[in-house]
């Protein structure tokens, strides 16, 4: 008999990649089911970026490459990160992984004991919690409800810091919310994590450049704290190129160092031509951006708008990334037939199953009464699901 390990069976299965599955299986049956489940940009790659991938293969960039990543590309991440961010990252400070969530288990890795504590800000991605598990860390999760943006202030960071606390992760632009943390904000956060050196913060800015409310702030970006921040980034969401899997962090020295041993034992370096592209997406001016920034900011106002006029649920004003996480609590307790909602997850299930629209439950996220609605597809998608979701929603007494 195969048993699995304890560390397995503790891990939940990612909510976002499971209700995608669920999804594909209606369709195979011939359901007409929009996801809008995925984290994912409908736009291509930009062709520049593709051509770059092109002459590295023709001049047979196929060999293994540095663990780390390529000198040269780590190098137009460290000019990437002073010309956006106004961060100095040397190359030594960079490490390039399979993907940001890769970058995210690294320090994680490198830095948690069974026992040590790692503050999470809720709501928060899936696989923060997942990952700090597997690493035996303990979650201590920091709620922030809708009424406050979602985001916690440097006071509630403050009370959540106990002497075994090791680390801190969050991300702005955010996954769910897409709340995004303007410099005052941060600045009260950094209050809190200067008066304990010890205490490491890992700063997902994954959705950087989808940004509506202007310019992007890093946390590294306070000199007192530089020393204790992980900055995560990578090329997924803005460039389009999820299926490429490339993510870095800039780092303080020795963190980047752990983390090129630890990736050293699991993967080695990321793709080669991968990398190669990678290069053309950080050298170029991220203003090249700006039509599909436009686009996601008006489905943003679609999306808001047409909830708006949905009985009961509210949401914020999310100021970045291509999600709304609405508060749907008021469904709690109705029902339709013989089904009762009681929760989030029997709320997603029944828009699934009655609306054959796809989304993720908030319970993944940290907040049960939420849900998460990407809008990362067209305007006439968009269109449609908000129109099932509201006439499924009425269905309900």
Same mark, same amino acid.
């Given at each position: 008999?195969?048993?699995?390990?304890?560390?397995?069976?503790?891990?939940?299965?990612?909510?976002?990649?499971?209700? /995608?599955?669920?999804?594909?299986?209606?369709?195979?049956? +011939?359901?007409? #089911? $929009?996801?809008?489940?995925?984290? !994912?940009? @409908? %736009?291509?790659?930009?062709?520049?970026?593709?051509?770059?991938?092109?002459?590295?293969?023709?001049?047979?960039?196929?060999?293994?490459?540095?663990?780390?990543?390529?000198?040269?590309?780590?190098?137009?991440?460290?000019?990437?990160?002073?010309?956006?961010?106004?961060?100095?990252?040397?190359?030594?400070?960079?490490?390039?992984?399979?993907?940001?969530?890769?970058?995210?288990?690294?320090?994680?890795?490198?830095?948690?004991?069974?026992?040590?504590?790692?503050?999470?800000?809720?709501?928060?991605?899936? /696989?923060?919690?997942?990952?700090?598990?597997?690493?035996? +860390?303990?979650? #201590? $999760?920091?709620?922030?409800?809708? !009424?406050? @943006? %979602?985001?916690?202030?440097?006071?509630?960071?403050?009370?959540?810091?106990?002497?075994?606390?090791?680390?801190?992760?969050?991300?702005?632009?955010?996954?769910?919310?897409?709340?995004?943390?303007?410099?005052?904000?941060?600045?009260?956060?950094?209050?809190?994590?200067?008066?304990?050196?010890?205490?490491?913060?890992?700063?997902?800015?994954?959705?950087?450049?989808?940004?509506?409310?202007?310019?992007?702030?890093?946390?590294?970006?306070?000199?007192?704290?530089?020393?204790?921040?992980?900055?995560?980034?990578?090329?997924?969401?803005?460039?389009?190129?999820?299926?490429?899997?490339?993510?870095?962090?800039?780092?303080?020295?020795?963190?980047?160092?752990?983390?090129?041993?630890?990736?050293?034992?699991?993967?080695?370096?990321?793709?080669?031509?991968?990398?190669?592209?990678?290069?053309?997406?950080?050298?170029?001016?991220?203003?090249?951006?700006?039509?599909?920034?436009?686009?996601?900011?008006?489905?943003?106002?679609?999306?808001?708008?047409?909830?708006?006029?949905?009985?009961?649920?509210?949401?914020?004003?999310?100021?970045?990334?291509?999600?709304?996480?609405?508060?749907?609590?008021?469904?709690?307790?109705?029902?339709?037939?013989?089904?009762?909602?009681?929760?989030?997850?029997?709320?997603?299930?029944?828009?699934?199953?009655?609306?054959?629209?796809?989304?993720?439950?908030?319970?993944?996220?940290?907040?049960?009464?939420?849900?998460?609605?990407?809008?990362?597809?067209?305007?006439?998608?968009?269109?449609?699901?908000?129109?099932?979701?509201?006439?499924?929603?009425?269905?309900?007494?």
């Amino acid at each position: 008999m195969i048993q699995l390990s304890d560390r397995l069976l503790k891990m939940e299965e990612s909510a976002t990649i499971a209700m /995608s599955r669920k999804s594909r299986e209606l369709k195979t049956q +011939g359901k007409d #089911v $929009i996801s809008l489940s995925l984290g !994912e940009p @409908d %736009f291509n790659t930009p062709q520049f970026i593709k051509d770059a991938a092109t002459d590295a293969m023709n001049n047979n960039f196929t060999k293994y490459m540095p663990v780390p990543g390529y000198d040269d590309l780590r190098e137009s991440i460290s000019h990437k990160f002073k010309r956006d961010n106004g961060l100095d990252y040397g190359k030594d400070q960079i490490v390039v992984s399979t993907g940001a969530k890769q970058s995210i288990a690294n320090v994680v890795l490198s830095l948690i004991n069974p026992g040590d504590e790692v503050i999470i800000p809720a709501p928060y991605w899936v /696989s923060y919690i997942e990952i700090v598990k597997v690493a035996g +860390g303990i979650p #201590v $999760i920091v709620n922030a409800g809708i !009424e406050k @943006d %979602f985001k916690i202030t440097g006071p509630e960071l403050a009370k959540a810091i106990t002497p075994k606390s090791k680390l801190m992760i969050f991300s702005t632009p955010c996954n769910p919310t897409g709340t995004v943390y303007n410099k005052e904000e941060l600045r009260g956060l950094a209050d809190a994590i200067g008066k304990h050196p010890s205490l490491i913060v890992l700063c997902d800015e994954i959705y950087e450049h989808i940004n509506f409310e202007g310019k992007h702030e890093s946390l590294a970006q306070f000199e007192d704290i530089y020393e204790q921040v992980v900055t995560v980034n990578g090329v997924s969401k803005a460039w389009a190129m999820t299926g490429w899997r490339l993510g870095y962090i800039g780092a303080p020295k020795t963190i980047a160092d752990a983390c090129n041993k630890v990736q050293g034992q699991f993967t080695s370096g990321t793709c080669s031509i991968t990398q190669k592209a990678a290069i053309a997406a950080m050298e170029a001016n991220p203003e090249v951006l700006k039509d599909m920034i436009l686009a996601f900011k008006n489905r943003r106002t679609l999306v808001l708008d047409a909830l708006s006029n949905i009985p009961g649920i509210k949401t914020n004003n999310p100021g970045g990334a291509f999600y709304v996480f609405p508060d749907c609590s008021s469904y709690f307790g109705k029902s339709y037939g013989a089904l009762k909602i009681n929760n989030a997850s029997d709320l997603c299930m029944f828009l699934l199953e009655e609306a054959l629209v796809a989304l993720v439950t908030g319970d993944a996220f940290g907040d049960p009464n939420c849900f998460r609605i990407s809008y990362a597809a067209s305007e006439e998608t968009l269109n449609e699901a908000m129109r099932r979701i509201k006439d499924a929603l009425s269905k309900l007494k």
